[in-house]
């Protein structure tokens, strides 16, 4: 499939794996998408999971027959990419892998692949006789060995896993030819799940391409983005700044429904002071990926559980590990829970703020058993205070 010139697409869709790295949910699958420029030199840009090998293989030959493939880049070592280099080789002994000094230590620890290898730093030129490749370093978007490939000639980005996201390609891949709807709310949870910690070095590796005329970016996850560009740019943009809307998520745990109306109060009372995005979650029943989406969609969060065993209920210990665990600046927090005999989520959910490092709003509002008429009270005061320290920034 041409992309523009002599830039061709042969990845392959993912429609049978249930969870992205065994963590996120794929609705609507994934695709990992590789790249051919049939130019004087062949250079054959990122592989796919090994699975696909034999699909690959074929758009591979569809493209260059029997010619060789002179050069395998490599912009990211993940072995959802990776996963073919080495019966690449097998297929193609004679080509040159294309990488950074990290990249080939990967290489060399995931797969024992030897052979010519071309390593490549920052402004590095290669000539593929039309085609002039640049190269360009963006370590931790969001692996370390981490770098994009730009094709002068054509204006064509290579661009790894940035600007990528969730969802197969059904049918076509260049996003004037598809309808990219769906493709949005899966690029936040994509880049809130996978890159979200890493919102330093993207920033770091959008200022470095800023001076490039890029015409269509060749991303591994998602379309091949042309007009929507500016779209994809800002998206990254803004989620890697951890700027969001107004707006409230309010997750909860409950065993019982006494916590769940506790939350239920609260978010009644954020729409009475009006509070237009709220979004609830159970975090038993939502998957933990499009609580973390929303969260850097919305600049609120309210969470609540109940005491478990003494300690945090643990769907919601979980869900406040992985938050944790992606450094998102610029938030505020309210918080809330119950217990039978001896309190503890109230407490715990204030110590792991310390790591969250969310401002905190309000004061936390604590429920021994049952909803009595001064809880509800509280369960309102807080959400004021949330709503309130919103509006604050309206201005």
């Not at 790295?21 to 062949?42: A, F, H, M, R």
């Not at 707006?247 to 769940?260: D, F, I, L, P």
Request: aromatic share 10%; charged share 25%.
């Amino acid at each position: 499939m041409e992309i523009k010139g002599k830039v061709h697409y042969v990845g392959v869709n993912d429609r049978n794996k249930s969870l992205f790295e065994n963590l996120w949910p794929l609705p609507y699958g994934v695709s990992y998408n590789s790249y051919l420029i049939d130019d004087e030199k062949v250079a054959l840009v990122d592989t796919v999971d090994v699975c696909y090998f034999e699909v690959y293989l074929k758009k591979i030959r569809s493209v260059i027959g029997d010619r060789p493939i002179d050069y395998l880049i490599i912009n990211h070592m993940e072995p959802d990419h990776s996963g073919s280099i080495s019966l690449i080789k097998q297929y193609y002994p004679n080509a040159v892998i294309v990488g950074n000094k990290k990249t080939f230590d990967m290489i060399e620890g995931y797969y024992g692949v030897g052979g010519d290898r071309l390593v490549v730093g920052e402004g590095d030129v290669l000539d593929l006789g039309h085609h002039k490749l640049n190269f360009a370093l963006i370590p931790m978007v969001h692996w370390p060995e981490t770098m994009v490939t730009y094709d002068a000639t054509e204006c064509v980005l290579f661009s790894g896993d940035a600007f990528g996201c969730f969802g197969a390609l059904n049918g076509g891949v260049i996003d004037t030819k598809i309808n990219t709807d769906i493709y949005w709310n899966e690029m936040v949870r994509y880049y809130s799940n996978i890159v979200g910690k890493y919102g330093a070095p993207v920033q770091k590796a959008l200022q470095k391409l800023q001076g490039l005329k890029i015409e269509v970016i060749c991303s591994t996850h998602g379309p091949v983005w042309t007009e929507e560009i500016p779209h994809v740019i800002a998206v990254y943009d803004r989620l890697s700044r951890y700027e969001a809307e107004e707006g409230v998520v309010v997750a909860y745990g409950t065993m019982y429904g006494n916590t769940e109306e506790m939350a239920e109060v609260i978010a009644e009372e954020l729409s009475n002071q009006g509070i237009r995005n709220i979004v609830m979650h159970n975090v038993s029943r939502t998957h933990h990926s499009h609580i973390i989406a929303d969260v850097f969609k919305y600049k609120g969060l309210i969470v609540g559980c109940p005491t478990y065993n003494t300690q945090l209920y643990p769907e919601m210990e979980a869900l406040l590990g992985k938050l944790a665990a992606r450094d998102i600046k610029g938030r505020y927090l309210g918080w809330f829970g119950s217990f039978t005999w001896a309190g503890a989520a109230v407490k715990k959910i204030t110590e792991f703020n310390e790591k969250l490092k969310f401002e905190a709003v309000g004061n936390p509002v604590e429920m021994k058993q049952a909803m009595k008429e001064d809880v509800a009270l509280r369960c309102r005061e807080l959400a004021v205070a949330m709503a309130e320290r919103l509006k604050a920034d309206r201005n």
